[in-house]
């Protein structure tokens, strides 16, 4: 279950919260005298799917400019615009590990040798569908911004402001 939650007062070791918008069957469910954990996140807007779609729509456009593909244009553009999962404790392998084999998109942040041998430290990127409505924001800008430099048509800067009207934040451009 995820729910909105405002938090109205701690007393002691007691967090009282108020579940907004819970949904009250799963909420019927809970056995009363059961331990449950709880994990509680600042709350951020889930990017709306048609900024997924435009995301996408623009890595393959700038896959067929450039003659590659628009899962290697996306992988690009994760490393150059995406967010770091901060969640996401970094990790250690040896140098030139092919990280393409996980399912998980990496930021290589540092390379080391130790002994004779190489190491690579990465970090976790955020795919598109896990960022929210600002981290996908600025993601869509940064491929906006590449296509600008291909000479690929997107949106004009008036129509990508209604869009971002639509996701419900404000977003100062600077790469447009």
Same mark, same amino acid.
């Given at each position: 279950?995820?729910? &909105?939650?405002? $938090? $109205?007062?701690? +007393?002691?070791?007691? *967090? $009282?919260? +108020? ?15 059961? =331990?449950?954990?709880? &994990? ?6 889930? %990017? ?13 456009? @700038?896959?067929?400019? +450039? ?5 290697? !244009? ?7 615009? #995406? ?9 250690? +392998?040896?140098?030139?590990? =092919? ?8 930021? %290589? !942040?540092?390379?080391?040798? @130790?002994? &004779? ?6 970090? %976790?990127?955020? #795919? ?5 409505? &600002?981290?996908?924001?600025?993601? !869509?800008?940064? @491929? $906006? ?5 291909? #000479? ?7 129509? *990508? ?6 996701? #419900? ?8």
């Amino acid at each position: 279950m995820e729910s &909105k939650c405002e $938090v $109205v007062s701690l +007393v002691g070791d007691t *967090l $009282v919260i +108020v579940l907004n918008g819970a949904n009250r069957h799963e909420l019927e469910t809970l056995e009363q005298g059961k =331990d449950y954990r709880i &994990k509680l996140t600042k709350w951020t807007n889930k %990017r709306s799917l048609n900024a997924n779609s435009y995301a996408w729509l623009l890595c393959t456009k @700038i896959a067929q400019a +450039v003659n590659s593909s628009k899962d290697e !244009i996306y992988e690009q553009m994760l490393q150059a615009y #995406g967010t770091i999962d901060e969640d996401f404790p970094p990790i250690t +392998v040896i140098a030139d590990a =092919d990280m393409s084999i996980t399912s998980e998109h990496w930021l %290589r !942040i540092d390379t080391r040798t @130790i002994g &004779k041998k190489k190491f690579d430290c990465y970090m %976790r990127i955020k #795919g598109s569908s896990e960022m929210d409505t &600002k981290e996908m924001a600025h993601f !869509i800008d940064g @491929i $906006v911004f590449e296509c600008k430099q291909l #000479g690929i048509e997107t949106m004009t800067p008036n129509e *990508l402001q209604q869009l971002k009207e639509q996701w #419900g934040i404000e977003i100062n451009n600077s790469t447009e």
